[in-house]
């Protein structure tokens, strides 16, 4: 049989797909079916003073209103799953739907009921609310000053936590030869997948059993969390994952939304859906980033660095979402050093609570912030001692023979070469050509950028002995289940939960390899906690590397115990066999031999079993991984600048990502052309942005610009693969590498093109006018 | 019999559908709702993201800019009237070929979007492909991949069909032009 691990085979979820056979959540239709809508409060903080929903029940349609008030002490608060420890964490409730105090614009406040999904728009407007309004505060510096208005009771100052790893004594900087100190903003993102969230409830009253099919990452992270909110036991909940359109993190949380629903189906004692509508997307999905980072970088005049100490101080919105403390803190911290030998460093992190739309993971988590402020200071740091930004890079990289590397913040870098990433960009233009034709267009007042990315990030969540320790409440192994019918085809259960990365193809690349059955055998099973063991679902670029690694560790079991029925039936000894192209060999004897197949057979009828053999051919695995996985590689974007209108033109983009082996090419180039979209977005044009009273105003897609295929060249691609030891394939991941890379790597291009105008740093998103404007502040000076 | 409904009639994917609708409903709901045509999706409220685009009267359109009574008496083609997997569309072998999806959920929309580009221009220019994709919006592609697709299909279409095709888009774009 051909190799398929490393082959570009088209995707196997995608003849549904491309023929509308797709099943999204709010295409489910149940019979008897009634449609849900939330009340959401217009105002970012005020207390309720009365609310009438009389109006709204009279609408010829509606079956019921609730209010918070209603729902009061029937169901749980929604909680938080990350408890940074050490850090004084406040965990202030957080009511499904407000009972007398809203906290963002976005709060839920009533919902109701009807048959359909006019009346129910309807109905929500009849909804009569007296607010007394209460003074906001919107950014995170500002709610932790004496004075400022104050969220929740028993959270002084509005700080949710105060968390710090490593130590680096005022005297290293005092003492260095040279200090870079520079303040970013990293803006406010809304993740805005194609599909919004929605989730549909059914419950039976005869048997207590309740199905919740929802926008999941994660079903049975929605299980184990709205079980408790519902007072269901898992037994009896069923949450389902159909497909899902994109989640970017913002599908991790578990909402008050989903808790809604199904508390609403169970009391009516008909189905619910609810669908989120785009202008609700923007005000009450978990919106990412919103950080102030305030780093400092010391070292030496030859080029290398030698401290890193960084405060964030993190907006995390009106209420702590299901993974809000992890992003700033863990997934940030501790790889702010990034690719880099900086001996000391340390981190302090400020968590805060504001009157906005919660914060949580959004592509990257935490690591997207990390590499941009490394990257960024590294630009920074060679321009002041007068060094190429290459080789500042090359001086300070962590060397091949430097592996396993330990940071000075306690992670431990599994593998890299991260030179040879940088080499493989590097031929992919020609640098010095380019330095002269941007000295040339200089002079005729044309401004070329290069950027570089030379990044690592730490991916593959995670041991679950770190996930304990950093505070994180749940496992991070991953579950699968390998059952090889009698026939021979084979069901896979996966406890990861893919919605668009294409591991229902992927992951049958892997039990392929392993045992010699065609890929249209093997069917990928995910997203149903009635059929799947428990699992910890998709983000964290953790599905392969975990999920893909317990499938192949599984995939070990069945062959060992399909081994000894092979040797049994031939008469041979085990050692004897060999196992290719999908059939156990007696080595030495061509023709000797028996298939996967006819092995699988005979497990099943059991007639004739070796001693203490047991029948059937099914393996599972519950595989925790001993450490992250650290992929890395090299950005370059090179761009112009319009000197007259500020505009960014983006030339050329290249990339090379370090994923280890690659399974598929095809998707895995795909996964680095979403994620660099995603991170330029950040970098030119996205960005969440409210208004002194806490009003979102970029609160549609007319006002928040979404990256369009007009925006982008054709961007070149390249991987190189260097195994990780921590995992039986040798994956990293490459879901979020390209979202990760290419901010920075934009931002170094714009600033380099900007230096004629004495530029050194802009706050993103680098719009025209804000370009413009630095360059006129350039001319003015000059 | 439901007051304040009125009658609504439309060929969809060459099948006569009638309901009885209320004056406001928009396209996509009857399509989704009234009809279980589920694969036109919707992203948004402000007809910006092209999710819900189908074919009206041979016109790719946004089926949430449309009431379902302005459709009254026309022809409309979604993605389950485009081709099947015994008779794929030629975009959307392309999609499939070139990996012009993920999430899967914007690429009815697109794929509607670009058999209309098609039938304007059957020979895009990747410039022209990525200022015709100017109405989508896809949060997984990077749309690189969507472009070759695309790419993909324009090959295919004008190899098969050949030059009296390209008379015919000729007359197509005649019609539809703006
Ligand atoms: S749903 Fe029609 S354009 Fe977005
Ligand atoms: S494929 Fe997911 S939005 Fe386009």
Redesign the pocket.
Known sequence: MPNVFGTPLKRREDPRLITGKGNFTDDIQLPGMLYMAVLRSPHAHARIKRIDVSAARQVPGVVAVYTGKDLEGKMGTIPTAWLVPDSDIKTPPHHALAVDQVRYVGDGIALVVAEDRYTVRDALELIDVEYEELPPVVNQEEAMKDGAPQLHEGVPNNIAFHWKAGEVPDEVFDRAEVVIRRRFYQQRLIPN???TRAAVAQYNPSSGEMTIWCTSQNPHIHRFILSGVLGIPETKLQVVAPDV??GFGCKIAVYPDEALVGYVARDLRRPVKWTEDRREHFTTTTHGRDMILDVELAGKRDGTLTALRIKNTANLGAYLSTAAPGVPTILFGLIAPGPYKIPKAAVEVIGVLTNTTPTDAYRGAGRPEATYQIERMIDLFADEIGMDPLEIRRKNLIREDEFPFDNALGLQYDSGNYHRALNKALEMINYDQFRKEQEEARKKGRYLGIGFSTYVEICGLGPSKVAGAVGFQGGLWESATVRVHPSGKISVFTGASPH?QGEETTFAQIVSQKLGVPVEDIEIVHGDTNRISMGWGTYGSRTTPVGGSAIAIACDRVLEKAKKIAAHALEVSESDLDFEDGAFQVQGVPGKKITFQEVTLQAYLAWNLPEGVEPSLEAQSFYDPANFVYPFGTHICILEVDGETGEVKLKKYVAVDDPGPVINPMVAEGQVHGGIVQGIGQALWEGAVYDENGQLISGTFMDYAMPKARFFPAFETAFTETPSPVNPLGVKGIGETGTIASTPAVVNAVVDALKPFGVKDLDMPLTPEKVWKAMQKGRREA | METGKVNVTVTVNGVRRSAMVEPRMLLVHFLRDGLGLVGTHIGCDTSQCGACTVLLDGEAVKSCTVLAVQADGSDVTTVEGLGDMENLHPVQEGFWEKHG???????PG?MMTAVGLLKQNLNPTEEEIREGLEGV?????GYQN?VRAVQYAAARMSESEGHREVAAAGDDSGEGGR
């Open positions: 997948p194609m599909e359109g994109g668009g | 999806l993920q999430c899967g959920f914007c690429t697109v919006l896809c949060r997984c592609t969507i």
